[in-house]
């Protein structure tokens, strides 16, 4: 049985002719209805488009009773035609009325058609309406009718992120594509972000549907396949994967698509029925991000996002753009969308001009996220299908605090927004006026305050902040952020940068702690079943003293005529450190003995962070020049709570007396025995729990950059004696049930103690 279709690259051209047409946008569908309902040869034609308010009204139609129109509108997910715009497939039923779905709606009288064929309007994935056709004999509609359907729907679908159709809906009610949206994530980065949405990998707006010449249209895709094949492959072999922030086995999964007939077959298939190849590649795209976001298995949806990477790669081929981010045209507020992204694709953007951050994926220790709180840019992760929904341009506001994301705001959320960001910008100058200002507490005790840093962006903040110096250098993001292990004079380099930037202010650098949670894509992972406990940190760099020695000796030429200050993180036993300082010892030699100069004071010291150093400080105390309490660490196996399991890393509180006495211990020791101790872990950027530390003898903190005004406020203007008055008898055994925040809270209160 042949097709009743005139032929699809027919109904295109006279849809083309229509589009030209200087009519207004009803007249326009209505025209648009009766030239398919002829193509087709079928009885009824009808538009529904998706309204915000999540109804599907009749917009148009040919067959169905007129006055319908703008009145009748369905639920998504209600009838078969809201069952197409739930599931954003086609439908086709020689009986509709026989499905389970059908709903009877007596003003258009419908009763008198049975044979059905649906297909939702897409765009980009999205489903924004649903394009009918109805005939009163049963029948089951031809596969290039249903094609035919998909292609004028397309068109469909550019009317209506024109702007177009939002003229002709019923007064007041907005339609789907410019509904608010509101996501919630996990925040990775904090800070709030207000601007206009830039999709890291641009979206291709392709105006140019239909083909004039269908050969000509093969043949350039063709062209731009084989483009995109070499230029995949040269990806491949040049190795320099890093920089592009795309690991091997995605660009293979992509070079496998390439090769993908049934993938080509099906563009090609779209061509021949009449569009560019640009539209066809959309149009196969967008199938691709529909099924994409049904798909639940997260492996197949990992997949279809590579297919869709590549259509997008394909089009920008077809269409002579570059590939990655066109930061030419970046706005001056720009909130970058991505599914995922390299933690150097970030810097490549700039710090000025990114208000915020928006990824698909994204951990809290994922690289781009280590980056993005370097550069101080609001960031929330895991947030669901926005790469879909967002469209370059979009107004959005990005709440790293709070971990939410709100698209297209409606004006009052704009406003408590735009408040939050004034209240907050308020507050940071307050802060920058504290930089000069000693940081000594009301009677008059120095409190140390240094910065946690770890790659070159982090340095300005030094000055800025007026932090004492550097903390914390956590040298393993260098090694993070490469694609290959970086050489000694790379280190070297990095090391010497950092020191000029201190400018004689100490700095303390910590050995590499990978393993665990911080992996390095070129050292091949081990499967560990408690990677945090595993091999890890100093465990694996006394292991293979090689990466260990490698990075000793460049901090030692680095700091050469300089002071030097080194500490070991995850160490269990003090023997483990005895054999790190051997290491060190005999590196030393090493230099001194081929004449090289060395730094003229080391310090050599530990990171408490496992609780087993609490039991044996008296020895460890005789071995090393210094101690810095990991609190983050400490904590996670103090209460046996992954840091980074959401479900049991806020369960104990770390104002707890069991975790408070632990590090009381420390510092009273440490004092005791002449041995200087500091404290890196967030718990020294929170204000409420660094006042505790005060309480407890703590002088020397060290935090992230944005931390360290509001804890300086905060030292300026409490009396420490009093404070540990109130808080050390607590502590002690018999005292009765202690709620520490609450009693820190309230002094705080009585001494306008800013937290
Ligand atoms: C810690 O554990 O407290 C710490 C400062 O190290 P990191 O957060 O890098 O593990
Ligand atoms: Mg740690």
């Known amino acids: 049985m042949r097709s009743s279709l005139a032929g699809p690259r027919v109904l295109l051209r006279r849809l083309r002719e229509v589009m030209a047409e200087p009519i207004n946008a009803q007249e326009r569908l209505d025209k648009i209805v009766v030239l398919i309902a002829a193509n087709v040869v079928a009885e009824v034609c009808s538009v529904y488009i998706l309204r915000a308010d999540g109804m599907l009204e009749l917009y148009a139609?040919?067959?169905?009773?007129?006055?319908a129109v703008h009145k009748t509108s369905l639920g998504v997910g209600e009838g078969l035609v809201g069952l197409i715009a739930a599931d954003a497939r086609p439908l086709n039923l020689p009986n509709a009325q026989a499905?389970?779905?059908?709903?009877?709606?007596?003003?258009?009288?419908?009763?008198?058609?049975?044979?059905?064929?649906?297909?939702?309007?897409?765009?980009?994935?999205?489903?924004?309406?649903?394009?009918?056709?109805?005939?009163?004999?049963?029948?089951?509609?031809?596969?290039?009718?249903?094609?035919?359907?998909?292609?004028?729907?397309?068109v469909i679908a550019e009317m209506v992120a024109a702007g177009e159709l939002e003229a002709i809906s019923q007064q007041g009610t907005k339609l789907d594509l410019t509904r608010p949206m509101e996501f919630k994530g996990v925040a990775l980065s904090e800070g709030v972000g207000l601007g206009h949405v830039v999709l890291h990998e641009p979206r291709v707006v392709v105006t140019n549907l239909i083909a004039e010449d269908v050969d000509h249209e093969l043949r350039r895709l063709e062209s731009a396949i084989n483009r995109l094949r070499l230029s995949l492959d040269d990806l491949l072999a040049n190795g320099d994967l890093g920089q592009h922030g795309e690991h091997r086995e995605v660009l293979e999964a992509f070079r496998m698509f390439a090769q993908d007939r049934g993938w080509i077959h099906k563009i090609e298939e779209a061509i021949r029925n009449g569009l560019t190849a640009e539209a066809a590649v959309?149009?196969?795209?967008?199938?691709?991000?529909?099924?994409?976001?049904?798909?639940t298995d997260p492996y197949l949806r990992e997949r279809l996002h590579d297919l869709d990477d590549l259509g997008n790669r394909l089009i920008r081929e077809l269409m002579g753009r570059q590939h990655g981010p066109g930061t030419d045209s970046l706005p001056k507020d720009a909130i970058v969308i991505a599914r995922n992204m390299g933690p150097a694709e970030l810097l490549d953007y700039g710090r000025d001009r990114v208000r915020g951050l928006v990824l698909e994926e994204g951990g809290p220790t994922s690289h781009v996220t280590i980056v993005a709180r370097a550069l101080g840019i609001a960031t929330v992760g895991l947030v669901q299908d926005i790469v879909s929904l967002a469209e370059g341009g979009d107004a959005i506001i990005v709440d790293g605090e709070m971990g939410q994301v709100q698209l297209r705001p409606p004006g009052d959320v704009e406003n408590a927004y735009a408040e939050k960001v004034r209240f907050r910008a308020r507050r940071q100058a307050q802060?920058?006026?504290?930089?000069?200002?000693?940081?000594?507490?009301?009677?008059g005790v120095e409190i140390s305050l240094l910065l946690n840093a770890g790659l070159l962006v982090d340095l300005p903040a030094m000055v800025e902040s007026?932090?004492?110096?550097?903390?914390?250098?956590?040298?393993?993001?260098?090694?993070?952020?490469?694609?290959?292990?970086?050489?000694?004079?790379?280190?070297?380099?990095?090391?010497?940068?950092?020191?000029?930037?201190?400018?004689g202010r100490p700095v303390t650098f910590r050995t590499l702690d990978i393993g665990g949670d911080k992996v390095l894509p070129y050292l091949r992972a081990i499967q560990e079943e408690n990677p945090a406990m595993g091999w890890r940190a100093l465990r694996l760099g006394l292991?293979?003293?090689?990466?260990?020695?490698?990075?000793?000796?460049?901090?030692?030429?680095?700091?050469?005529?300089?002071?030097?200050?080194?500490?070991?993180?995850?160490?269990a036993d003090v023997a483990e450190f005895v054999q790190a300082k051997a290491l060190v010892e005999r590196e030393l030699k090493h230099l001194k003995r081929h004449g090289h100069k060395t730094p003229n004071k080391l310090r050599l010291g530990v990171m408490i962070e496992v609780p087993s150093l609490l039991f044996q400080l008296e020895e460890l105390f005789q071995e090393v020049d210094f101690v810095s309490v990991g609190s983050n660490d400490l904590l996670q196996f103090f209460y046996a709570a992954?840091?980074?399991?959401?479900?049991?890393?806020?369960?104990?509180?770390?104002?707890?007396?069991?975790?408070?006495?632990a590090l009381r211990r420390i510092v009273t020791r440490a004092k005791l025995a002449g041995v200087p101790v500091t404290l890196c872990g967030e718990l020294a950027g929170r204000p409420l729990e660094a006042m505790a530390l005060l309480a407890l003898g703590y002088r020397d903190l060290s935090m992230s950059a944005s931390a360290l005004g509001p804890i300086k406020a905060m030292v300026r203007s409490v009396d420490i004696g009093r404070l540990s008055a109130r808080i050390l008898p607590k502590l002690e055994p018999g005292s009765g049930p202690v709620d520490l925040r609450k009693s820190l809270r309230a002094f705080a209160a009585e001494h306008d103690i800013p937290l």
């Open 61 to 67: 139609t040919e067959g169905l009773n007129r006055d």
């Open 99 to 154: 499905h389970p779905a059908f709903a009877y709606r007596p003003e258009t009288g419908e009763e008198a058609y049975n044979s059905f064929l649906g297909v939702p309007i897409l765009r980009a994935g999205r489903t924004l309406g649903v394009l009918v056709v109805q005939n009163k004999s049963h029948r089951t509609y031809f596969e290039d009718e249903v094609e035919a359907l998909q292609t004028t729907a397309m």
């Open 282 to 295: 959309e149009k196969v795209q967008s199938d691709t991000r529909a099924r994409m976001m049904r798909q």
């Open 431 to 443: 802060y920058r006026r504290l930089r000069s200002k000693p940081s000594v507490s009301r009677d």
């Open 466 to 503: 007026g932090a004492g110096g550097i903390g914390l250098f956590r040298t393993e993001l260098q090694f993070m952020v490469a694609s290959s292990f970086p050489r000694m004079n790379e280190q070297k380099g990095l090391y010497e940068k950092v020191l000029d930037a201190a400018e």
């Open 543 to 571: 292991d293979r003293p090689a990466i260990l020695r490698t990075q000793i000796r460049a901090l030692l030429h680095a700091a050469a005529g300089r002071d030097l200050k080194i500490k070991f993180p995850m160490v």
């Open 642 to 661: 992954d840091r980074g399991n959401t479900r049991v890393s806020d369960r104990f509180d770390p104002l707890n007396i069991g975790f408070m006495r």
